[in-house]
């Protein structure tokens, strides 16, 4: 039987942790040479060894080749981020490595096959990167089951020995590379829940080394006249000795320092604790604005905070927990180890059950206007546009209960929030402007999703797609982090040319990953969706929007019509036919999209009087040339095949309208036959006026197109409406149309 692991896969140190099954609780295991934790530090040998941890970081300080550090930083982007022999390594490949030696080493010393391991992520890490862990671990051999974030972690290590309901605690996590900051309470019976989370991941304890080393480089040049930029050697020398230095300072007021200078020999210095404090300050007072921040998007401040819990190697830097009590007045807790709480708490949640999902229900503030979906109609680029969501409330401080042990760290359970927003591009309400519109806002529980509802106007003639650019982040969509592209394909014309109603469903798994379904309409099953990569060039999201966008680009039209000129329709009926098609024809002039005309005259036979043509005025003076009986007196034919003839090349939206006046003779053959223009994509609009059959127009015309019975006065207006349904009418401009809906979300693949 294997065992299950938690994994601190940290910047500069990594550590593993598993349950003591007897205990109840987490405890770490070291590796094979007995260290608790683990250099994040790999070495690329000329022979192909690749050596990790102790080892390899004496490597990287003794300044041999082939070493490589800090890649977590760097983790989510597809660039080399180093290459040795002929081999180049991403950060995730290199995460891999160090991840395979962790599970090798725990194995070695245990015995025991890992089934399955937690690995802690940065709570402020986007999809990008947690993505990337994943995948680092699956190379590894890992079988994951959760990525969980490393606060949480801290916490819940904490909360198993100094539990006290109603807590609040502030878990401050500086590590090598990256810094968060999570709130998180203790409620009632092993009940921990995160409030709110937030950090940056690029702000962690490298940037005070580079300032030691931006520092001694000062002192060098000044006291010796030497350039360090002209000796890459001198530079990596005080690099190698940064933490070193770092260390001293954490235990005493002055470090000293002692450099070999090329042409000088041995140079010796001091490096004081002020000084190194002074030339900080702004990178402490980075994590001090995030944490406060944090406390203003929650409406509370630091008295509401009961502790500060540190976590993260760097927080044994002096200036950290003076710092803190300067703007907080709490003095920081000192009851965990800040190298091995993260792994801690991760051996917890392995062996926890993982949370279902939730339904965010997100209603409009009552001071919020309803606003119209940001999407181009007609266009294969459209973006939805989604109410924000009011913030989550605070419930406020309570009365803090006596700290006690858990019986079993087991018996607690942890909820974690959504670290960042998760947003779509949008256009605003006047069609301006792209805007970064949430969907789920950010400090929800986990795992969310929400389902949202939008118009979206269908060809028949081109392949409909709707694309989704997916942020991550509150701000403007390119200070956001882009973290897909997603295409929805597979979406039906609607043939009456209605907007169709597309459901997008947004999920937020217990990973912190993004997942995006579509469904149309009622439809029980999810659209085809496909990701592709993120242009290179997106800046005209960050331009004002051209008008020119905003209008339709109306797809090509073919078009004919076919009037009834039986001996019925002699005298006034054919010239309110004919001038109700002329005035028709003149609604196209200024359409934004190609279009021709084609007109027949039937009977008992069918005529093509003019094959299409985009000439208007040729059509005109084509349908004036049209006289009754000039096919026949009586109804024996149908158009539906010259119509099939004229449109069966035509890559366009092909329509045809058939004014029919009496009773046809033959209208099952005219019905098969109109069907069979229906099966070729030609959308069929019966009109009928004077005896005409309501039946027999419902059966030529297509599926979703309603056929008319109309009186004679009401041709033009009938003709009006069609135009208008196609774009005619108004030169083809179409505004945004419709209000998004919340709809119900719904379950998908791998939850089934």
């Not at 190697?313 to 190298?339: A, C, E, F, W």
């Not at 093509?608 to 004036?624: E, G, Y």
């Not at 009496?662 to 099952?668: A, I, P, T």
Request: charged content about 20%; hydrophobic content about 35%.
């Amino acid at each position: 039987m294997g065992i299950k692991i938690g994994i601190d896969l940290g910047t500069t140190f990594s550590a593993v942790a598993m349950m003591d099954e007897q205990k109840g609780m987490p405890v770490i295991v070291p590796n094979s040479i007995g260290e608790r934790i683990t250099p994040s530090v790999i070495q690329f040998t000329e022979d192909g060894d690749i050596i990790v941890g102790a080892e390899a970081k004496e490597a990287f300080e003794a300044g041999e080749s082939g070493c490589t550090s800090v890649f977590k930083r760097s983790m989510g982007s597809d660039r080399v981020y180093c290459s040795f022999y002929g081999k180049s390594y991403t950060a995730e490949d290199l995460s891999a490595i160090l991840l395979r030696h962790l599970k090798e080493e725990t194995q070695k010393v245990t015995g025991q096959t890992v089934d399955e391991a937690v690995v802690t992520v940065p709570a402020y890490f986007y999809h990008k990167e947690r993505q990337a862990t994943i995948n680092a671990a699956k190379k590894a051999g890992l079988k994951i089951r959760q990525i969980i974030n490393e606060p949480t972690a801290a916490a819940m290590n904490y909360g198993v020995n100094h539990w006290r309901e109603n807590a609040r605690v502030l878990v401050y996590d500086l590590g090598g590379g990256t810094f968060d900051v999570t709130l998180v309470q203790m409620k009632k019976g092993g009940q921990m829940e995160s409030l709110q989370t937030t950090g940056d991941h690029t702000l962690g304890g490298k940037d005070w080394d580079a300032r030691i080393c931006a520092l001694l480089e000062s002192k060098v040049s000044s006291d010796t006249g030497i350039l360090t930029s002209q000796y890459p050697q001198v530079r990596q020398t005080i690099a190698q000795m940064a933490e070193s230095i770092k260390k001293q300072l954490t235990s005493r007021n002055m470090a000293s320092v002692r450099i070999n200078l090329p042409e000088y020999g041995w140079y010796t210095t001091s490096l004081s604790l002020e000084e190194f404090d002074q030339s900080t300050t702004d990178l402490i007072q980075r994590t001090g604005a995030l944490c406060e921040n944090l406390l203003k998007g929650l409406g509370i401040g630091w008295r509401d905070i009961t502790d500060i819990l540190l976590v993260g190697g760097s927080t044994r830097m002096r200036q950290v927990s003076t710092y803190l009590k300067s703007i907080s007045g709490h003095t920081p807790l000192s009851q965990v180890n800040p190298d091995e709480a993260v792994a801690l708490g991760a051996a917890i949640q392995v062996h926890l059950p993982l949370p279902e999902y939730s339904v965010l229900t997100m209603a409009p503030q009552q001071n919020e206007k309803k606003q119209r979906p940001g999407f181009h109609p007609f266009s294969k680029q459209r973006t939805a546009s989604i109410p924000d969501a009011a913030a989550p409330s605070y419930a406020g401080p309570g009365a803090v209960g006596k700290e006690t042990v858990l019986d079993n760290a087991l018996c607690m359970n942890h909820v974690d929030v959504v670290a960042h927003a998760m947003g779509i591009i949008a256009v605003n309400a006047q069609g301006t402007h792209y805007i970064n519109k949430t969907i789920v806002p950010a400090n929800q529980k986990i795992p969310v999703k929400c389902a949202r509802a939008f118009h979206y106007y269908t060809s028949a003639r081109e392949e409909n797609e709707l694309e989704i650019y997916v942020l991550q982040g509150e701000k403007a969509p390119l200070e956001c982090e882009i973290i897909g592209k997603y295409v929805v394909s597979g979406i039906h014309h609607d043939r009456a040319h209605n907007p169709t109603l597309i459901r997008i469903q947004y999920s937020y798994d217990v990973n912190g990953m993004v997942h995006v379904q579509a469904r149309q309409e009622q439809d029980t099953f999810d659209l085809p969706i496909r990701e592709e990569p993120v242009p290179d060039d997106m800046s005209k999201y960050g331009r004002p929007i051209d008008p020119s966008e905003m209008a339709p680009a109306a797809e090509p039209l073919s078009l004919v019509m076919a009037v009834d000129v039986s001996g019925s329709m002699s005298g006034a009926p054919i010239q309110d036919a004919l001038n109700a098609m002329c005035h028709f024809v003149d609604q196209f002039e200024n359409y934004p999209g190609d279009v021709q005309i084609g007109i027949i005259a039937v009977s008992d036979k069918s005529k093509i009087v003019q094959p299409l043509t985009s000439d208007l005025r040729r059509c005109k003076a084509s349908i004036r040339s049209i006289k009754s009986c000039m096919t026949g007196v009586c109804n024996a034919g149908h158009p539906f095949n010259d119509i099939g003839r004229m449109l069966s090349r035509c890559q366009s939206k092909n329509m045809a309208i058939v004014l029919a006046d009496g009773v046809w003779e033959h209208q099952h053959r005219a019905v098969q036959a109109a069907r069979s223009c229906h099966q070729q994509g030609i959308d069929i609009t019966g009109i009928g006026f004077g005896s005409a059959d309501e039946q027999f127009l419902r059966d030529i015309s297509s599926g979703d197109v309603k056929s008319m019975l109309v009186n004679q006065s009401e041709l033009t207006k009938s003709f009006g409406k069609i135009a208008q349904e196609i774009g005619g009418g108004s030169g083809g401009k179409r505004g945004r149309t419709g209000d998004e809906t919340q709809v119900d979300t719904w379950k998908a693949v791998d939850e089934c």
